[in-house]
């Protein structure tokens, strides 16, 4: 079980603070690591650091805005001064800011999105890979969503007028790309890069029947029916974060009760 754990490791997590953030975070200290809450939200951070500090586990939140270089770069630098590495970079964080369907879709809604999701994402990559160069040794975890792995189901949400935004696709996909250059680019330097794709998730959601048409299409369609919950994500991303998976760089695990399946 010690190749689980992640004592005296240092981890950032961007959106640290959010929907999925939150659980990720929570696995990563719980395993022994010192959390980095990263986020352009300070009562996010602050709170939920706050939280798991006081439940005995290492957690400190940071203001990080992806759309901006000047942040970025200030807020790896902060984090390298105090803690002297870092060992993980969890790529969680995304901004639904400008995602449409393409016949509505703006050269601005376009470029407020990829702003974060695509330059923000390369540049905090940037930064810290470096000082994983340094150090001879590095982790960094993107998240994507089986959204970057097979199109959209279209008919899945029925006539409530929900959608899957061109954008969301797009980058997604492009985010499995980016880990497998990062892989196969790094790995001469002893840096692993993955990706994890979660299907839907929605704590409580599956205690809902018969509350929304998508939601029982979602249950219907997937092999497991039912949405993920919080503790789902928390195995695949120790895993990923450990020494267990020592030996694996450039996989995509799909995290989706095998809704990518059919």
């Known amino acids: 079980m010690k190749l689980f754990r992640l004592d005296g490791k240092i981890v950032i997590v961007t959106g640290g603070g959010g929907y999925f953030g939150k659980p990720i975070s929570t696995a990563l200290a719980e395993a022994g690591a ?3 809450i990263a986020s352009r939200s300070k009562k996010n951070y602050k709170s939920f650091a706050a939280e798991l500090s006081s439940k005995g586990l290492k957690a400190e939140g940071m203001l990080l805005d992806l759309a901006s270089e000047k942040s970025i770069e200030s807020f790896v630098k902060r984090v390298y001064k105090k ?9 969680n964080a995304v901004t639904r800011d400008g995602m449409k369907d393409l016949e509505q879709l703006t050269k601005e809604d376009i470029e407020k999105t990829e702003l974060v999701n695509t330059t923000g994402l390369m540049l905090v990559t940037k ?12 982790n960094i975890i993107n998240i994507s969503s089986i959204q970057g792995a097979v199109g959209p189901n279209f008919p899945v949400y029925g006539n409530t007028g929900m959608s899957s935004p061109i954008n969301y696709t797009y980058e997604k996909w492009g985010m ?3 880990t497998k250059w990062l892989a196969n680019y790094y ?3 002893n840096i692993r890069a993955n990706c994890i794709s ?25 092999p497991l ?16 974060a450990s020494e267990a998976s020592s030996y694996i ?4 695990l799909m995290v989706d009760g095998g809704w990518t399946n059919w």
Request: charged share 25%; no cysteine.
């Open 225 to 240: 029916g039912r949405f993920a919950e919080d503790d789902d994500i928390k195995g695949p991303i120790i895993f990923l």
């Open 249 to 252: 760089t450039g996989h995509n």
């Open 83 to 91: 803690y002297g590495a870092i060992d993980i970079l969890v790529n």
């Open 198 to 222: 979660p299907g839907g998730y929605g704590p409580g959601i599956n205690e809902k029947p018969g509350k929304d048409e998508f939601i029982e299409n979602y249950k219907r369609l997937t």
């Open 187 to 189: 790995g001469k330097f």
């Open 34 to 36: 010192s959390v980095i």
């Open 127 to 138: 930064q810290v890979v470096g000082i994983m160069k340094k150090q001879g040794a590095g």
């Open 176 to 178: 499995i790309g980016f």
